[in-house]
């Protein structure tokens, strides 16, 4: 079976710019979550998806948004990036309560 | 909401030796317990789950952990290490109802020959 896949592995963008990452879950896993790992901050959840609903969501300003498809597949959106946004963003799927991580994507914000 | 302290940033080693890493947590509500571990560059691999039943928890790569609900704790040990267990560790806990992880700061196990 395959993991939890999230593209791209890397990304530079501009201050100001907005950014797209995506996220395929396991295969037959609904439920979607994102984190954000910052060296100052650590592992923080952003939001989790579930049957295209948004179900929990974290302590973020609104620039963070999200999406879950019919297919389970996932994006996450950063608009008006902040040199602060650079980060490891993780995704995680889950069945029952164990949680599957991606390789993350790791923005880098100039 | 839930709060995850581990209790120690930094952890040297010797090969072959055991290595405790601790972790408490506040909650006001039943919890689930884990254990991940992150390797330089990659995700979380989930080491080990504290769901329900037996507080004495085995992973994968010879690690256990062991549940203390009066101590509201949840320690990983490994009772001798290699040099490719160097990495970062993370103790985390979920409200049973929401699933939402909340990680501690991360211990960094540092295995030396």
């Known amino acids: 079976k395959a993991g939890v896949t999230q593209t791209p592995r890397y990304l530079i963008k501009t201050r100001g710019q907005q950014v797209t990452l995506s996220c395929s879950p396991i295969s037959g896993h609904r439920s979607v979550s994102w984190y954000q790992q910052t060296p100052g901050q650590g592992l923080q959840f952003l939001f989790e998806y579930f049957s295209e609903t948004q179900r929990n969501k974290g302590n973020f300003p609104g620039r963070f948004s999200g999406r879950q498809f019919s297919n389970s597949r996932s994006e996450m959106n950063v608009s008006t990036l902040e040199l602060g946004d650079s980060a490891l963003y993780l995704c995680?799927?889950?069945?029952?309560?164990?949680?599957?991580f991606g390789q993350g994507t790791r923005l880098t914000v100039v | 909401a839930q709060s995850v302290t581990q209790l120690d940033s930094q952890v040297p080693v010797f090969e072959e030796a055991p290595v405790e890493l601790r972790c408490n947590y506040s909650s006001s509500v039943s919890v689930y317990l884990f254990w991940y571990v992150q390797y330089p560059n990659q995700g979380l691999q989930l080491l080990l789950k504290?769901?329900?039943?037996?507080?004495l928890v085995k992973g994968i790569n010879g690690f256990e952990a062991e549940f203390n609900k009066s101590q509201t704790s949840f320690h990983l040990r490994k009772p001798s290490v290699h040099i490719s267990d160097t990495a970062e560790y993370f103790c985390?806990?979920?409200?049973?109802?929401?699933?939402?992880?909340?990680f501690g700061a991360g211990t960094t196990v540092t295995v030396r020959a």
């Open positions: 995680a799927s889950r069945q029952g309560a164990e949680a599957f």
């Open positions: 504290y769901l329900s039943g037996s507080t």
């Open positions: 985390a806990v979920s409200d049973i109802n929401d699933y939402k992880l909340s």
